[in-house]
């Protein structure tokens, strides 16, 4: 047996059980180890990070070029064209309107960002108590005191509840799949709508954006909402003055088939608050992007944003930045990601039929699996049976990388895989996955106290 924690012991570990295999490199979709093992890494990096692939030579030689060149300058006297023509090039990239950029270091740094953004817009309205985010439960928008405050995943935050504040508001997420049974997909959207309209009213004076991804990633599996529920909730939040912040981070840079999660839903958003994908894994980074109506007052005002950290907006960034879109738009990333999405999916479905699959949803190659005690009435398994971790084992012993995540009902119970690999990704691959997950399903399904409830 591998001995534990040898390569780790410095590391402040997330398992301390933890018996990993060591990593040593990627090619495309796959993770290799020590033991020249390799993986098919269908996570995308927990996740949908690495969209282009691992170890991509354009994305390696322009990192390498600019970090000879100029990675970073004082951002208070000087500015540089590499920024310039990436920042322009970003705005081109995301839907009309939208022509104000700003770079940070990941999706936590985006979300707080862009909150802080929307909150500017409001001060520069002359708005002294727009004090308050209204997020949603069943959502993940980042790991930092705020992020975490905003964000409405109750695994995630109950440990920190000492230091929430808990000044913000949470609404019903638009979890279409696990509404009641006797209730019609509209009256659901209805319901939804008549919450969030009651919330607006009640704290209008309060409420300084909405935060939602567009299709919801770890927290619920991959979940899109009801068809109109994105515009009617932009008509309330247009009405009461409430800025929208569309949260991209693993949804961005074509994850999902098209460019913005959000253009599957006609936009309707203000900023685009976005990670991972922007950078495909080759530099810690994020961005907030923003449309003109945000810019218009803060402008106006005179005051710059008042936000900056030592590595927003520079060069190495930029040049990273710039070299991903080269390769989304050269490669046709996005529409590949719709294309092998639908072939993902398709075979993914053929898995309704083995015990445990609830559900297959997903759009691109954004994907889960919902694991379920019992399928007729979707009840999850037991919490403390640990299936999608169970499922997420059996299936890296077999060389493929899935991300289990739990919390899929009522933010505690429940389980679900996330499957978001690179957009490189093949039929050839996606039938490596399809036929690794079933194998590992049966397995687990297999054992004897699952086979009994
Ligand atoms: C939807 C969403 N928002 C925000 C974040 C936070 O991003 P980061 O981990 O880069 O800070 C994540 C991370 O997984 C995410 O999935």
């Not at 839903?265 to 203000?270: Q, R």
């Not at 694991?371 to 169970?390: C, H, I």
Request: hydrophobic share 40%.
């Amino acid at each position: 047996m591998r001995p534990r924690h040898v390569i780790h012991s410095q590391l402040i570990c997330a398992d301390y059980n933890g018996d990993y295999p060591e990593m040593v490199s990627g090619e495309g979709v796959y993770l290799i180890d020590r033991q020249g093992r390799r993986y098919l890494d269908a996570s995308g990096c927990t996740a949908a990070v690495t969209n282009l692939g691992h170890g991509h030579p354009r994305i390696a030689a322009v990192l390498a070029e600019q970090a000879r060149t100029l990675a970073v300058h004082p951002t208070h006297v000087f500015h540089s064209e590499v920024l310039e023509r990436y920042l322009g090039r970003l705005c081109a990239f995301a839907p009309d309107g939208f022509n104000h950029a700003w770079t940070i270091c990941g999706g936590t740094e985006a979300i707080e960002n862009s909150i802080k953004l929307a909150y500017q817009y409001h001060r520069a309205k002359g708005r002294t108590t727009r004090n308050r985010v209204l997020g949603r439960r069943g959502s993940y928008h980042g790991n930092s005191i705020l992020a975490l405050d905003v964000g409405g995943l109750k695994a995630r935050r109950d440990f920190y509840s000492g230091l929430l504040a808990d000044r913000h508001l949470h609404l019903s997420p638009c979890f279409p799949w696990r509404r009641a049974a006797e209730q019609s997909e509209s009256e659901y959207e209805d319901a939804l709508i008549d919450e969030a309209s009651r919330t607006l009213s009640q704290y209008t004076d309060e409420i300084l954006a909405f935060v939602a991804e567009p299709i919801v990633g770890a927290a619920l599996g991959a979940v899109a909402p009801t068809p109109r529920y994105f515009e009617r909730i932009a008509a309330l939040c247009r009405e009461h003055d409430v800025l929208m912040i569309a949260d991209e981070v693993m949804t961005g840079f074509g994850r999902t088939g098209r460019a913005f999660g959000c253009e599957h839903f006609g936009t309707h958003t203000d900023i685009l608050a976005c990670a991972k994908g922007i950078s495909g894994g080759y530099f810690p980074m994020g961005a907030v992007i923003a449309h003109d109506r945000v810019l218009e007052p803060i402008v106006a005002s005179g005051v710059p944003f008042q936000s900056g950290q030592t590595y927003s907006c520079i060069p190495l960034a930029a040049a990273v930045g710039e070299a991903v879109l080269d390769v989304i738009e050269d490669e046709k990333l996005v529409a590949a990601s719709a294309q092998v999405g639908i072939y993902l999916r398709r075979g993914l479905e053929t898995l309704l039929d083995r015990r445990g699959v609830g559900d297959v949803r997903g759009t691109g190659l954004f994907l889960s699996v919902e694991l379920v005690q019992d399928v007729s009435s979707k009840a999850p398994f037991a919490t403390e049976l640990g299936v999608a971790k169970r499922v997420e084992a059996a299936a890296l012993q077999r060389g493929l990388v899935t991300y289990a995540c739990r919390g899929t009902v009522e933010g505690t119970r429940g389980d679900h895989l996330l499957f978001a690999p690179p957009l490189v990704l093949t039929e050839a691959d996606a039938d490596f996955i399809i036929e690794t997950l079933r194998a590992s399903i049966d397995a687990v399904m297999a054992a004897p106290e699952l086979r009994t409830v």
